[in-house]
């Protein structure tokens, strides 16, 4: 799910996330995935493809909640994430990222983009 491009199958599956019950899909999706989050950066002090897995799976959930605004966005935000990332870093790695994207006419040139929690905002409370 997680590598899914914007294709029908991927659009279908937010559409169909965002009819979901907020209840439901706090307690169900949302909750586990912000758990495994924290938990895994606790444990590991890193970020593993796991992490980025599970955020690309919040970012879906995260569209989804944009159509029908069952959740508040203070449901996405991720205290450890927010309290324990050094968000200077990861900015400077985002900024220089999106620059790189830039300078070769918006397109990855076949590189790897670096992942950087500043492509996820939705994580970040407002005080980071």
């Avoid at 169909?16 to 999706?29: G, Q």
């Amino acid at each position: 799910v997680a590598h899914l491009p914007m294709t029908p199958c991927k659009s279908f599956l937010i559409k169909w996330l965002a009819e979901y019950d907020a209840d439901i899909l706090a307690s169900r999706v949302l909750r586990p995935l912000q758990d495994y989050i924290t938990r895994r950066l606790d444990e590991t002090r890193q970020v593993d493809q796991g992490i980025v897995d599970a955020v690309r799976v919040m970012h879906i959930v995260e569209r989804a909640n944009q159509l029908s605004e069952a959740l508040p966005m203070e449901a996405f935000y991720n205290d450890f994430v927010s309290e324990k990332i050094n968000v200077k870093d990861d900015y400077l790695i985002w900024r220089d990222s999106e620059e790189s994207a830039e300078d070769e006419g918006g397109a990855s040139g076949g590189s790897r983009v670096p992942f950087t929690f500043c492509r996820f905002p939705f994580l970040l409370n407002t005080t980071t």
